[in-house]
């Protein structure tokens, strides 16, 4: 089993910045990508972006590219996702999410965080 728990979420102003981490646990053998999603209340669920963990490549969506970084610490088994310049729209729970198949950014994540809410205020 994987256990993956998300920090960092919090409210902040338009304009402003969070960081968000993701810590992996657990039955972690070999190389995975992490991926950050999102869903704010009557919205479906976003693919915000993802890391490979070996190699370090990464996948930002459009809606957050420029604005969102997603890096890893390998020391820290951590994943983290900066936010920069934060919109009102940018509102929602973020989750990370695991998956072994490192052959798409898309497709079936196989493990899930619970989330953490992210507020952003106009």
């Known amino acids: 089993q994987v256990q993956l728990v998300e920090s960092g979420g919090g409210l902040v102003q338009a304009g402003g910045s969070l960081r968000l981490s993701c810590a992996a646990s657990?039955?972690?053998?070999?190389?995975?990508?992490m991926g950050w999603f999102r869903q704010a209340p009557g919205k479906e669920r976003e693919f915000v972006g993802a890391?490979?963990?070996?190699?370090?490549?990464?996948y930002h969506a459009d809606s957050v590219k420029g604005r969102f970084t997603i890096s890893r610490d390998n020391v820290q088994n951590t994943v983290y996702l900066q936010m920069n310049s934060l919109k009102p729209e940018d509102t929602a729970v973020y989750y990370c999410?695991?998956?072994?198949?490192?052959?798409?950014?898309?497709?079936?994540?196989?493990?899930w965080g619970q989330g953490t809410q992210v507020t952003v205020s106009s």
């Open positions: 999410a695991l998956k072994w198949e490192l052959i798409s950014w898309f497709g079936k994540f196989d493990y």
């Open positions: 890391i490979k963990w070996s190699g370090g490549s990464t």
């Open positions: 657990g039955r972690i053998f070999r190389n995975y990508v």
